[in-house]
C-alpha cells in the first residue's frame, strides 16, 4: 500500500512568517511530487510540482524534495491570511497514471 | 483555456437510487480522474479513464463504475446508494503525454452528493 503522510496540523503561523509544511511517501519508486491547495468548500488546486532533488521556487512558494529520505515539503514565505487553507502533498505511483494524497495540513495565517 | 467542468454541482439522493456525474476536462487533456473526498478518508482514487479505457481502479465496490467518451468527457455512475456515499466527488484532468516525471492533474470544482 503506497502512502503518503502529513502532519494534519493545524499550523498557526503569524502574518509575514515562514510556514513549513512536510510529507513523506512509501514508494521509493516515485518520481513525480505536487503541492496541492484547498480552501474550505473547494476543490484542490495545483500550486506547486517538483520532479528533481533540491529545491523548487515560484514566487512566494519553494518546494523541497529529497528522494534518498523520501522527503518533500513547501515553504511558504511571507505568509498572508490569504494563505490559510489545506495543503495536499500528492505524489505520482511509480509504474502507474496515479496519484496518492495525503490527508493535508491544514495551515492558519494569523494577521 | 476553460478549466474542468462538473455537472451537477449538488445532489440530493435517497439510498437505493442511483446517480451519474458528468465531468468535461481541459481542453486537450486525454486522461480523466475520479476522486472521492470525504473528512475522514481524505481524497480517495476511484479510477482513472485514458483514451476510452479505464486504465486504473481504486478499492471501491462495483456499485461505482465510470466511462470515457471520444471526446474525453467522462461520466461516473453509483448504483445502490447508501449514506457513506455522501461525499465530494471530484474529477481531474491531465495532459498525459507520457512524458517522463510529469503528471500534473488539474481539478473540477466537484460534485456535492447528499445520501439521505
Known amino acids: 500500500q503506497k502512502e503518503v503522510e502529513q502532519n494534519s496540523g493545524p499550523l498557526s503561523v503569524p502574518e509575514g512568517a515562514i510556514a513549513s509544511l512536510n510529507c513523506t511517501y512509501s514508494?521509493?519508486?516515485?518520481?513525480?511530487f505536487f503541492w496541492y491547495r484547498q480552501y474550505s468548500g473547494k476543490s484542490p488546486e495545483l500550486i506547486m510540482f517538483?520532479?528533481?532533488?533540491g529545491d523548487k521556487e515560484d514566487g512566494r512558494f519553494t518546494a523541497q524534495l529529497n528522494k534518498a529520505s523520501q522527503y518533500v515539503s513547501l515553504l511558504i514565505r511571507d505568509s498572508q491570511p490569504s494563505d490559510s487553507a489545506t495543503y495536499l502533498c500528492?505524489?505520482?505511483?511509480?509504474?502507474?497514471?496515479?496519484?496518492?494524497f495525503g490527508k493535508g495540513t491544514m495551515l492558519l495565517v494569523s494577521p | 483555456k476553460a478549466g474542468v467542468t462538473q455537472t451537477p454541482r449538488y445532489l440530493i439522493k435517497t439510498r437505493g437510487q442511483q446517480v451519474t456525474l458528468s465531468c468535461s476536462p481541459i481542453?486537450?487533456?486525454?486522461?480523466v480522474s475520479w476522486y472521492q473526498q470525504t473528512p475522514g478518508q481524505g481524497l480517495q482514487f476511484l479510477f482513472e479513464?485514458?483514451?476510452?479505457?479505464?486504465?486504473n481502479k481504486g478499492n471501491f465496490p462495483g456499485r461505482f463504475s465510470g466511462r470515457q467518451f471520444s471526446n474525453s468527457r467522462s461520466e461516473m455512475n453509483v448504483s445502490t446508494l447508501e449514506l457513506g456515499d455522501s461525499a465530494l466527488y471530484l474529477c481531474?484532468?491531465?495532459?498525459?503525454?507520457?512524458?517522463?516525471?510529469?503528471?500534473?492533474?488539474?481539478f473540477g470544482p466537484g460534485t456535492r452528493l447528499t445520501v439521505t
Open positions: 481531474a484532468s491531465s495532459l498525459n503525454l507520457d512524458r517522463p516525471y510529469q503528471y500534473e492533474q488539474y
Open positions: 514508494d521509493r519508486g516515485s518520481q513525480s
Open positions: 517538483i520532479y528533481s532533488n
Open positions: 500528492a505524489v505520482k505511483n511509480s509504474g502507474y497514471s496515479t496519484l496518492t
Open positions: 481542453s486537450g487533456h486525454r486522461s
Open positions: 479513464y485514458f483514451s476510452e479505457t479505464q486504465r
